[in-house]
């Protein structure tokens, strides 16, 4: 009898743990669907990180052979580590998020949406019960295996429903005799004028053929009547054209798309199920005009005409665009509080260095690590419910920061001469602003991906930082003499006393 399987299935069937399974069940399919909220969007995490470790360490336990010393207790662990470390990491940080997102994608054959949530991580705190009933529960009475079956196939049932389809736009086109029909992984349209307008479609669209679908790695797309036309959208976010299988390509200057920050602005305020992703998916001939359409995801379709015109189609809500350079300053304010930041915790590194206080720069490692973590957030493109974090991080480093910096700048004040302050000063002002720069230059699309702006950005203010170490470790640092005390008013006019009768 493989003791940790029965072990398993017999607290998965403990009424805690089906309680678990309901409550997952109805918060998914009935509770968000019908009253979304901040209580809905964490009741199902907390559901599932009670019975998941269980119904793991059941299929855990059929792989890993019971010769192994400690079966039970290494299985346990191994099964409890796995849950609570994948829903960390595919809540934390955006890199990480994308590699749980891959892994599943790998394991998984269709579509799901695992949504970054950093407030989410406080259902952690639910595994410790669970814990402690893997801890305390001895063996019980045996469990049918048609029962345990039943009870780890319904928990990874309820596991995989609970990462919805992502809505990654209009990412599936197909045509019919008299229209052309637009899928998203939520709506369908259809388009009875060569895609130059769209209306949604009441039937049931053919959704096993968007299935099918399948998308170059590299967002190349071939003309359906002729493979060795190829189209393609680049970097600046314009499409190109091959006409001899992508050997060479040509750019068409006249069709702009939204840029990656005029995406993240649209995406940055929802806290469900869009997902940006660069077109084009796909392309199809409309059977009625001739013209080439492109789905485009989130940006709706592109059509060629057969003049050879080229125009940017919203499909219902898809393709609206929202963004504009004057809110610029809304989708970066995150990175404009950081730069801020910068300024702050610079002007307290250089000063604790300058005076070789070296233990206290190792203390400001703290905030900078907060600092550290909240960029990599990638507060711009940050959404829904992890604003809930990243916002209450920025403002404890940047009280912290403040205090401990009027701290430093009191001390030079007060026990300092020379020009230490205002070089200080200078260079945190350089470093927030080399920092923020190439940010306004992706917000302007100039700078077309944010890694790229993050990078150059961290690149410039430690470039800014290792120069400004240089100049203040040059500046002369002199302690101000101490003022001599004045005499008060009474013991004045007796030592003028004492002075005139030594004068007689």
């Known amino acids: 009898m493989n003791r940790t399987f029965q072990k398993a299935v017999y607290l998965l069937s403990r009424p805690v743990s089906l309680l678990a399974l309901v409550l ?42 019971r010769s192994v010393r400690e079966h039970e207790k290494l299985v346990g662990l191994l099964a409890f580590g796995i849950v609570g470390t994948a829903f960390f990491l595919g809540n934390s940080f955006v890199v990480t998020h994308g590699f749980i997102l891959a892994v599943v994608d790998g394991l998984i054959p269709f579509p799901v949406q695992i949504i970054r949530d950093p407030v989410d991580l406080i259902a952690l705190v639910v595994m ?51 229209r052309t029909v637009a899928v998203s992984n939520y709506y369908s349209f259809f388009s009875q004028d060569g895609g130059m307008s769209w209306e949604e479609l009441q039937e049931d669209a053919v959704f096993d053929y968007c299935w099918e679908v399948a998308r170059d ?50 995406t940055s305020d929802d806290v469900g199920y869009l997902h940006y992703s660069p077109g084009p998916f796909q392309v199809v001939r409309d059977l009625q005009t001739g013209n ?4 485009m995801g989130l940006e709706g379709v592109v059509v060629l005409t057969t003049e050879g015109k080229w125009a940017a189609v919203a499909v219902g809500d898809y393709g609206l665009e929202r963004y504009s350079f004057a809110k610029m300053p809304i989708l970066l304010i995150g990175e404009i509080l950081l730069a801020i930041e910068a300024f702050l915790l610079v002007f307290i590194t250089l000063y604790q260095v300058r005076l070789r206080n070296y233990v206290q720069a190792a203390l400001s490692l703290i905030l900078w690590a907060g600092w550290g973590f909240v960029i990599a957030m990638q507060p711009a493109r940050n959404s829904g419910y992890g604003l809930m974090i990243q916002y209450p991080g920025l403002a404890l480093v940047g009280v912290f920061g403040l205090l401990i910096m009027e701290i430093c700048f009191s001390r030079l004040r007060d026990k300092y001469t020379g020009e230490l302050a205002p070089i200080l000063l200078k260079i945190s002002a350089i470093s927030g602003v080399v ?29 800014a930082v290792i120069a400004g170490i240089v100049w203040v470790l040059k500046t002369p640092l002199e302690l101000k003499e101490p003022e001599e005390d004045e005499p008060a008013p009474e013991e004045a006019e007796a030592v003028e006393e004492t002075e005139a009768e030594n004068e007689d």
């Open 128 to 178: 410790v019960p669970a814990w402690r009933m893997w801890q305390s529960e001895a063996l019980q009475p045996s469990v049918g295996r048609a029962r345990g079956a039943l009870l780890v196939s319904v928990a990874a049932c309820l596991t995989i429903a609970n990462a919805p389809m992502p809505d990654y736009g209009i990412d599936c086109l197909y045509v019919e005799k008299n």
């Open 435 to 463: 920092f923020l720069l190439p940010f306004v230059l992706w917000g302007g699309d100039i700078i077309h991906k944010y890694e790229t702006a993050m990078i150059a950005g961290l690149v410039l203010g430690g470039l």
């Open 292 to 295: 080439l359409i492109f789905s």
């Open 217 to 266: 790695e590299d967002g190349i797309v071939a003309d359906p009547d002729n493979e060795t036309t190829l189209f393609r959208m680049n970097s600046s976010r314009h499409f190109e054209v091959s006409e001899n299988q992508g050997q060479t390509w040509q750019e068409v200057p006249q069709l702009r798309m939204s840029s990656e920050a005029a995406m993240a602005f649209i």
């Open 24 to 65: 997952l069940f109805l918060n998914d399919h009935v509770l968000r669907v019908l009253w979304p909220s901040w209580i809905t969007g964490k009741l199902g995490d907390f559901a599932w990180l009670f019975f998941a470790p269980f119904a793991l360490v059941a299929l855990l336990a059929l792989l890993i052979p």
